[in-house]
């Protein structure tokens, strides 16, 4: 199982990236991917999930509305469109894998067995 983060990189804030997770040695459809951050100095946050299931996506609040997950399962990858980034985004981000389908604690990082590598993020102001 492997998950590779990428598209990160420095933005004014007001910008956008898409984030990118290629995975492989699983089937996509078969778990729930989410993507987490973390910013020097903070606990490691939930960003926003996709499940498995039905395909429904959660986010947390302070990412609403700005942010998009999605999945492509022929090319085995979820995707993080970001738009109207600020400053408070800045942080390393990370895809992973989880244990389920569908989680209402999506957010718990203890929900994940396998992890990509991480993709820095830095908006300015």
């Known amino acids: 199982v492997q998950l590779q983060a990428s598209g990160g990189g420095l933005v004014q804030a007001g910008g956008s990236l898409r984030l990118s997770c290629a995975t492989s040695?699983?089937?996509?459809?078969?778990?729930?991917i989410s993507w987490f951050r973390q910013a020097p100095g903070k606990e490691r946050e939930g960003v926003s999930c996709?499940?498995?299931?039905?395909?429904?996506?959660y986010y947390v609040d302070s990412v609403k509305g700005r942010f998009t997950i999605s999945r492509d399962e022929s090319a085995n990858t979820v995707y993080l469109q970001m738009n109207s980034l600020k400053p408070e985004d800045t942080a390393v981000y990370y895809c992973?894998?989880?244990?389920?389908?569908?989680?209402?604690?999506?957010?718990?990082?203890?929900?994940?067995?396998?992890w990509g590598q991480g993709t820095q993020v830095t908006v300015s102001s």
């Open positions: 996709i499940s498995a299931s039905d395909g429904s996506t």
């Open positions: 040695g699983f089937t996509l459809d078969y778990y729930a």
């Open positions: 992973a894998k989880s244990h389920f389908k569908y989680s209402s604690t999506w957010f718990n990082a203890y929900e994940y067995d396998s």
